[in-house]
T-cell receptor, first 116, second 109 residues
Framework: SAVISQKPSRDICQRGTSLTIQCQVD?????MFWYRQQPGQSLTLIAT?????????ESGFVIDKFPISRPNLTFSTLTVSNMSPEDSSIYLC?????????????FGPGTRLLVL | GQSLEQPSEVTAVEGAIVQINCTYQ??????LSWYQQHDGGAPTFLSY????GLEETGRFSSFLSRSDSYGYLLLQELQMKDSASYFC??????????FGSGTRLQVQP
């Protein structure tokens, strides 16, 4: 298993501002992902965070809006830029541990974002 | 593309058995995973079916039939703590999983 922490756990932000969410893992991982989840809804993949290179974004998500960094194997950040109320959601990072199958993902506790 | 459909809500009583279905449409498919998420919590991995058939892990079992594009999660001897949302997730060989619409399970005394 792995211990995954996210900061901040929650935040209330004004529209037009940006928020950077951090994800830290205590184990070596092969893959890191960022998801978004509206309350009561399913998880939507935003992007795959690639170490040392640009993230791979899913349809509907762009780097200018959701820049992602992954400077090493155990740390990644997601920035929600120029926020609007529609960005209010729970943002989750997830990882696949080294030696584990991709199907076994571990999720961080999430960051609850409210944009006013 | 890929979509995984689940019933939105299922209700059952303590001690009973409940089955949560997942049907999918995808252009390519490698296997089916199941995750549990309690309110306010993070999703946690339950099981994975790479091959057709039944996989059993304690009170939970998962089944996959790729010819029918169908799978299910079976929960036995239901307990109140099993009240949660359950997501199937499909593996199409891309680096990430695609999650189903989710089923909210309510266990009643």
């Amino acid at each position: 298993s792995a211990v995954i922490s996210q900061k901040p756990s929650r935040d209330i932000c004004q529209r037009g501002t940006s928020l950077t969410i951090q994800c830290q893992v205590d184990s070596q991982v092969t893959m890191m992902f960022w998801y978004r989840q509206q309350p009561g809804q399913s998880l939507t993949l935003i992007a795959t965070a690639n170490q040392g290179s640009e993230a791979t974004y899913e349809s509907g998500f762009v780097i200018d809006k959701f820049p992602i960094s992954r400077p090493n194997l155990t740390f990644s950040t997601l920035t929600v830029s120029n926020m609007s109320p529609e960005d209010s959601s729970i943002y989750l990072c997830s990882v696949v541990l080294s030696g584990s199958k991709k199907e076994t993902q571990y999720f961080g506790p999430g960051t609850r974002l409210l944009v006013l | 593309g890929q979509s995984l459909e689940q019933p939105s809500e299922v209700t059952a009583v303590e001690g009973a058995i409940v089955q949560i279905n997942c049907t999918y449409q995808t252009s390519g498919f490698y296997g089916l995973s199941w995750y549990q998420q309690h309110d306010g919590g993070a999703p946690t991995f339950l099981s994975y079916n790479a091959l057709d058939g039944l996989e059993e892990t304690g009170r939970f079992s998962s089944f996959l039939s790729r010819s029918d594009s169908y799978g299910y999660l079976l929960l036995q001897e239901l307990q109140m703590k099993d009240s949660a949302s359950y997501f199937c997730a499909g593996d199409t060989g891309r680096r990430a999983l695609t999650f189903g619409s989710g089923t909210r399970l309510q266990v009643q005394p």
